[in-house]
């Protein structure tokens, strides 16, 4: 089993729709959680971080189950512009030893 | 607050031929990263560094590939002798020292062209 797996898609939505990915992770010493995002042939960018209580951005809510160990994105109201590739990353401590892995992603199309 | 810097933004290389990539962090970001990018692949982690340390290299190939990070000056991944499968984007994050974050802010990346 991948340490972080992701839906690939890609996800193909109309303009204002709400979309929900889902990660999953297998380390449950598990400690933070991110959300990136990538455009085509651009560095990744982080969306946002994923908290225990979840937390919510805009149109962006991301949330945390650790007892099924997996985290969310939902967007809401989709644009155009949110067209692209989201990335979750998980960390884990162990001692000094942090240890970031990063799922393959899932690619979003917004479509008018 | 510059961003992290790489460069050059784009390398070509003949195969055979050595590719030196570097990387400045953001301004007092002691921690830096260097993930490698295929086309239409996702980002694979090679190395991971502080000042002087080389903290974890589990994804660096065993061969050919070299990173290093100075106490002075930019983060540097080698690659000698590429061959045309190291064509890629080689993108550099760094994150803060103090306290646990594991934010990492990415720099534009370099993309290698191997002939």
Known sequence: ????????????????????????????????????????????????SVYSS?????????????????????????????????LCVVNWYAGNNRKLIWGLGTSLAVNP | NAGVMQNPRHLVRRRGQEARLR??????????????????????????????????ESGMPKERFSAEFPKEGPS?????QVVRGDSAAYFCASSPLSGRTDTQYFGPGTRLTVL
């Not at chain 1, 729709?17 to 990136?36: D, E, G, K, L």
């Not at chain 2, 400045?24 to 990263?33: A, C, E, F, L």
């Not at chain 2, 540097?76 to 000698?80: A, S, V």
């Open chain 2, 23 to 56: 990387c400045s962090p953001m301004k007092g970001h002691s921690h830096v990263y260097w993930y490698r990018q295929l086309p239409e692949e996702g980002l694979k982690f090679m190395v991971y560094l502080q000042k002087e340390n080389i903290i974890d």
């Open chain 2, 76 to 80: 540097i991944l080698r690659i000698q």
């Open chain 1, 54 to 86: 979840g937390n919510e951005d805009g149109r962006f809510t991301a949330q945390l189950n650790r007892a099924s160990q997996y985290i969310s994105l939902l967007i809401r109201d989709s644009k155009l512009s949110d067209s692209a590739t989201y």
């Open chain 1, 1 to 48: 089993r991948k340490e972080v797996e992701q839906d690939p898609g890609p996800f193909n939505v109309p303009e204002g729709a709400t979309v929900a990915f889902n990660c999953t992770y297998s380390n449950s010493a598990s400690q933070s959680f991110f959300w990136y995002r990538q455009d085509c042939r651009k560095e990744p960018k982080l969306l946002m």
